[in-house]
């Protein structure tokens, strides 16, 4: 049994996590969703490329700050941070390009400078961002401080709060005389989701002064919060499980006694139990409230007015995102890593469908590769817009959404890059590879109703409203993340640090803040793994092509239960993980096969790590596994793709086909490998004919093929393949299409 049980590894919930494993020793469970750690601070992978789902940029972080020293404690120092150009954003319009310089100062006189005779109304726009600070810190002081002082504040809010909690759009119409000032000005409102028009200046305001000194960006990428955070929390006896699915909070007799979840690191995700005298939700207050306690009885009537107050703020916007893996470093092209936001027009207001000519509206432009030190290079680009745009594809399944669906993601995403350019241009010619996300994919990973990214939307009315806080109608049960306090990474990581508050007592942000002053203990060079996690030591190592190997580790502990097909989580150094597919297991002994070709962290690890090299894997992970009701089945490989068939291949029958492809007769696995194949194998091999094979892709086969509605078609290999693939599947009206990307 633990002694917290947290719902959700977004920061916030790796923050309570964090502080209470590290303060008080607590040994935590963190259950998450999604197979990576996280939430909408992971990053994944394609191909030796890495993009940051969530995390663009931080401010705020000067050594010392109040954010920095969280992030240094919860990290235990581990967490390194690169700080972006001087000219972290860029505001790109017809007719104005506007690069935003670090530094109230400097960011007061260029925009004088751009405007003059608006000087005295800017320097009264600074002046008013630093007033709404205060107002929303008085909002802070409700949710931390004892009732006589939160009285207090809110007394004091109500007399300062006109400003603070009219729109965006008024403010600056009633401070500005210029309508490009008003847009200009407004250009980050992507940061926290709302166009001008429904956004409070408060939120507007909270977003400049965060970035005023600058931003930063973690180094090696995002996804080292998550891993920097978890060792803390596994040293104190803790752990972060991810394919948790938690399906229900346990109630008994009005307290929270643990949690219901479907574990989807078993193909079957059967339901287990897990209990705790502490539940913290970083779910989100609508799917804690709405989803996973009763509506009905006793918790339903408890908590059916927060219930309500939360259905009507609505659903937050969500975006089209677009990842790009690029050919060659964009600074080539003159990008210095800062961002960009660049529009059609100076109407942020202006309502675009994804079926207008018209869209994107806007687009916003990150180079995540520039930023944290990747290798190989990437950009992301983002437009916001409501998930009732894809309302005619809600309730289909990741993956085989159709091929309407694919075609329009297709469409989005070159419209989207074709704005881009006109700002930074020669960035189409160094694309290689494109892939897009909807709000139906946020969705499907967050579980966040429309894909919202923000949690409850920042509008006027929520800021007018007494604040959500971390405390429930549930005993034992808190909130954490952005709906506690504010929105973001900042915010979403204080609502972390009220949860963890509340759950050591009274003085908890005391004891909290005085284990920062004295810094976290020291990272232990070894400890015991949390279930699902084994130390590992490499005991075969054997070169099959100049780029694949074969690579075996003994582990220690049990493996259990796994499914051919899954993958497991390789730790390849410096707080960094690879995903790859398990090749066979037996016994103790797990079997992979690892591409060196992109030359990343991953495979400089297998090319460089001698036998007996110690190092931690976990494992089973994915639901890539054979399905049933399948007369007959295609498996569509190429390269190292090959690895999670080969233990699929005991359990075919005499129907099943491989068709694999490589470039060259030296890189054909299927001859270099002592293992079962299906009866029927044909090779496409691209850059040489060869007798036995077929010279060309495998694309160009998968367009020959006979297909019928009884056969399943198995994708995996380089992404660019397996989204070619699924294109002539889904042409040919295919529906059993099975792949996972990762």
Same mark, same amino acid.
């Not at 210095?336 to 109407?347: A, L, Q």
């Not at 309302?391 to 289909?396: E, F, I, K």
């Not at 044909?682 to 040489?688: D, G, P």
């Not at 399943?712 to 290999?717: A, I, K, Q």
């Given at each position: 049994?633990?002694?917290?049980?947290?719902?959700?590894?977004?920061?916030?919930?790796?923050?309570?996590?964090?502080?209470?494993?590290?303060?008080?020793?607590?040994?935590?469970?963190?259950?998450?969703?999604?197979?990576?750690?996280?939430?909408?601070?992971?990053?994944?992978?394609?191909?030796?490329?890495?993009?940051?789902?969530?995390?663009?940029?931080?401010?705020?972080?000067?050594?010392?700050?109040?954010?920095?020293?969280?992030?240094?404690? =919860?990290?235990?120092?581990?967490?390194?941070?690169?700080?972006?150009?001087?000219?972290?954003?860029?505001?790109? %319009?017809?007719?104005?390009?506007?690069?935003?310089?670090?530094?109230?100062?400097?960011?007061?006189?260029?925009?004088?400078? !751009?405007?003059?005779?608006?000087?005295?109304?800017?320097?009264? %726009?600074?002046? +008013?961002?630093?007033?709404?600070? @205060?107002?929303?810190?008085?909002?802070?002081?409700?949710?931390?401080?004892?009732?006589?002082?939160?009285?207090?504040? @809110?007394?004091?809010?109500?007399?300062?709060?006109?400003?603070?909690?009219?729109?965006?759009?008024?403010?600056?119409?009633?401070?500005?005389?210029?309508?490009?000032?008003?847009?200009?000005?407004?250009?980050?409102?992507?940061?926290?989701?709302?166009?001008?028009?429904?956004?409070?200046?408060?939120?507007?305001?909270?977003?400049?002064?965060?970035?005023?000194?600058? !931003?930063?960006?973690?180094?090696?990428?995002?996804?080292?919060?998550?891993?920097?955070?978890?060792?803390?929390?596994?040293?104190?006896?803790? !752990? #972060?499980?991810?394919?948790?699915?938690?399906?229900?909070?346990?109630?008994?007799?009005?307290?929270?006694?643990?949690?219901?979840?479907?574990?989807?690191?078993?193909?079957?995700?059967?339901?287990?139990?897990?209990?705790?005298?502490?539940?913290?939700?970083?779910?989100?207050?609508?799917?804690?409230?709405?989803?996973?306690?009763?509506?009905?009885?006793? #918790?339903?009537?408890?908590?059916?007015?927060?219930?309500?107050?939360?259905?009507?703020?609505?659903?937050?916007?969500?975006?089209?995102?677009?990842?790009?893996?690029?050919?060659?470093?964009?600074?080539?092209?003159?990008?210095?890593?800062?961002?960009?936001?660049?529009?059609?027009?100076?109407?942020?207001?202006?309502?675009?469908?994804?079926?207008?000519?018209?869209?994107?509206?806007?687009?916003?432009?990150?180079?995540?590769?520039?930023?944290?030190?990747?290798?190989?290079?990437?950009?992301?680009?983002?437009?916001?817009?409501?998930?009732?745009?894809?309302?005619?594809?809600?309730?289909?399944?990741?993956?085989?959404?159709?091929?309407?669906?694919?075609?329009?993601?297709?469409? =989005?995403?070159?419209?989207?890059?074709? =704005?881009?350019?006109?700002?930074?241009?020669?960035?189409?010619?160094?694309?290689?590879?494109?892939?897009?996300?909807?709000?139906?994919?946020?969705?499907?990973?967050?579980?966040?109703?429309?894909?919202?990214?923000?949690?409850?939307?920042?509008?006027?009315?929520?800021?007018?409203?007494?604040?959500?806080?971390?405390?429930?109608?549930?005993?034992?049960? %808190?909130?954490?993340?952005?709906?506690?306090?504010?929105?973001?990474?900042?915010?979403?990581?204080?609502?972390? #640090?009220?949860?963890?508050?509340?759950?050591?007592?009274?003085?908890?942000?005391?004891?909290?803040?005085?284990?920062?002053?004295?810094?976290?203990?020291?990272?232990?060079?070894?400890?015991?793994?949390?279930?699902?996690?084994?130390?590992?030591?490499?005991?075969?190592?054997?070169? =099959?092509?100049?780029?694949?190997?074969?690579?075996?580790?003994? #582990?220690?502990?049990?493996?259990?239960?796994?499914?051919?097909?899954?993958?497991?989580?390789?730790?390849?150094?410096?707080?960094?993980?690879?995903?790859?597919?398990?090749?066979?297991? +037996?016994?103790?002994?797990?079997?992979?096969?690892?591409?060196?070709?992109?030359?990343?962290?991953?495979?400089?690890?297998?090319?460089?790590?001698?036998?007996?090299?110690?190092?931690?894997?976990?494992?089973?992970?994915?639901?890539?596994?054979?399905?049933?009701?399948?007369?007959?089945?295609?498996?569509?490989?190429?390269?190292?793709?090959?690895?999670?068939?080969?233990?699929?291949?005991?359990?075919?029958?005499?129907?099943?086909?491989?068709?694999?492809?490589?470039?060259?007769?030296?890189?054909?696995?299927?001859?270099?490998?002592?293992?079962?194949?299906?009866?029927?194998?044909?090779?496409?091999?691209?850059?040489?004919?060869?007798?036995?094979?077929?010279?060309? @892709?495998?694309?160009?086969?998968?367009?020959?093929?006979?297909?019928?509605?009884?056969?399943?078609?198995?994708?995996?290999?380089?992404?660019?393949?397996?989204?070619?693939?699924?294109?002539?599947?889904?042409?040919?009206?295919?529906?059993?299409?099975?792949?996972?990307?990762?």
């Amino acid at each position: 049994m633990y002694d917290v049980i947290v719902i959700g590894s977004g920061i916030g919930g790796l923050s309570a996590a964090g502080l209470l494993a590290r303060v008080a020793g607590k040994r935590v469970l963190v259950l998450e969703k999604h197979s990576e750690p996280g939430g909408l601070t992971h990053t994944f992978r394609r191909d030796g490329a890495s993009w940051d789902v969530g995390v663009h940029y931080i401010g705020q972080l000067e050594p010392g700050g109040l954010i920095r020293s969280y992030f240094d404690y =919860l990290s235990g120092g581990e967490l390194e941070w690169v700080r972006m150009p001087d000219h972290y954003d860029r505001f790109v %319009y017809p007719g104005l390009d506007f690069p935003v310089p670090s530094g109230q100062d400097a960011y007061q006189q260029r925009l004088t400078e !751009a405007f003059p005779s608006e000087a005295r109304a800017i320097r009264r %726009y600074f002046r +008013d961002i630093r007033r709404a600070a @205060r107002w929303a810190m008085l909002r802070l002081i409700q949710v931390m401080a004892p009732h006589p002082v939160a009285s207090v504040a @809110r007394g004091l809010q109500r007399i300062t709060g006109r400003m603070a909690t009219r729109t965006t759009q008024d403010y600056l119409k009633r401070r500005f005389r210029s309508p490009r000032l008003r847009a200009l000005v407004a250009s980050q409102w992507g940061d926290y989701g709302l166009p001008p028009s429904r956004s409070p200046f408060v939120v507007h305001a909270g977003i400049v002064r965060h970035y005023l000194d600058g !931003a930063w960006f973690p180094e090696g990428g995002s996804s080292r919060i998550a891993r920097t955070f978890e060792k803390g929390i596994e040293q104190a006896g803790g !752990a #972060v499980r991810v394919s948790q699915e938690v399906v229900e909070i346990l109630v008994e007799d009005g307290a929270a006694t643990g949690v219901r979840v479907r574990d989807h690191r078993d193909p079957s995700s059967p339901e287990v139990v897990h209990r705790a005298p502490v539940v913290i939700s970083n779910a989100g207050a609508a799917i804690t409230f709405g989803r996973l306690l009763p509506t009905e009885g006793a #918790v339903g009537q408890a908590t059916a007015p927060v219930r309500s107050l939360i259905e009507g703020y609505g659903t937050g916007p969500s975006a089209v995102t677009v990842y790009l893996r690029l050919r060659e470093d964009p600074r080539t092209i003159g990008v210095d890593g800062g961002n960009s936001w660049i529009y059609r027009d100076f109407d942020h207001d202006r309502s675009v469908a994804i079926k207008d000519e018209r869209f994107p509206q806007g687009v916003f432009v990150s180079f995540p590769s520039v930023k944290s030190g990747e290798r190989v290079h990437t950009a992301e680009l983002i437009s916001f817009l409501s998930a009732s745009e894809f309302g005619a594809w809600q309730g289909t399944q990741l993956g085989n959404r159709g091929a309407g669906y694919s075609k329009l993601k297709k469409h =989005l995403g070159h419209e989207m890059l074709r =704005l881009a350019e006109t700002a930074i241009p020669g960035l189409s010619d160094l694309v290689g590879y494109m892939e897009v996300s909807t709000p139906l994919t946020v969705e499907h990973y967050t579980s966040h109703p429309g894909g919202a990214f923000y949690g409850i939307p920042a509008t006027p009315e929520y800021y007018r409203s007494k604040p959500t806080g971390s405390r429930t109608p549930v005993r034992g049960l %808190y909130l954490s993340g952005q709906d506690v306090f504010s929105l973001g990474v900042g915010g979403a990581m204080m609502g972390g #640090v009220l949860a963890a508050s509340q759950v050591l007592g009274p003085k908890g942000f005391l004891t909290i803040q005085s284990a920062l002053k004295q810094g976290p203990s020291p990272v232990l060079a070894n400890w015991p793994l949390p279930p699902g996690k084994h130390h590992a030591t490499l005991i075969v190592k054997r070169r =099959l092509t100049p780029s694949v190997w074969e690579a075996v580790f003994r #582990v220690e502990g049990e493996v259990g239960k796994w499914a051919p097909g899954q993958f497991a989580r390789l730790h390849v150094g410096n707080h960094a993980w690879r995903d790859y597919s398990i090749a066979g297991i +037996d016994g103790d002994q797990v079997r992979f096969l690892i591409s060196t070709r992109t030359g990343g962290q991953g495979s400089r690890f297998v090319e460089e790590a001698p036998v007996g090299a110690r190092t931690q894997v976990e494992l089973p992970l994915g639901q890539f596994t054979l399905a049933a009701g399948e007369r007959r089945r295609v498996f569509v490989a190429t390269g190292t793709g090959l690895a999670p068939f080969l233990p699929m291949f005991e359990h075919t029958s005499g129907e099943d086909v491989l068709l694999f492809g490589c470039r060259t007769r030296d890189e054909d696995l299927t001859a270099l490998l002592d293992a079962p194949l299906p009866s029927e194998v044909i090779r496409c091999i691209t850059r040489e004919p060869v007798a036995d094979a077929v010279q060309g @892709r495998v694309t160009q086969m998968l367009r020959r093929m006979d297909v019928d509605a009884g056969t399943g078609f198995y994708l995996c290999g380089s992404s660019a393949m397996v989204a070619d693939a699924r294109m002539v599947l889904e042409s040919r009206g295919v529906s059993r299409i099975h792949a996972e990307l990762y």
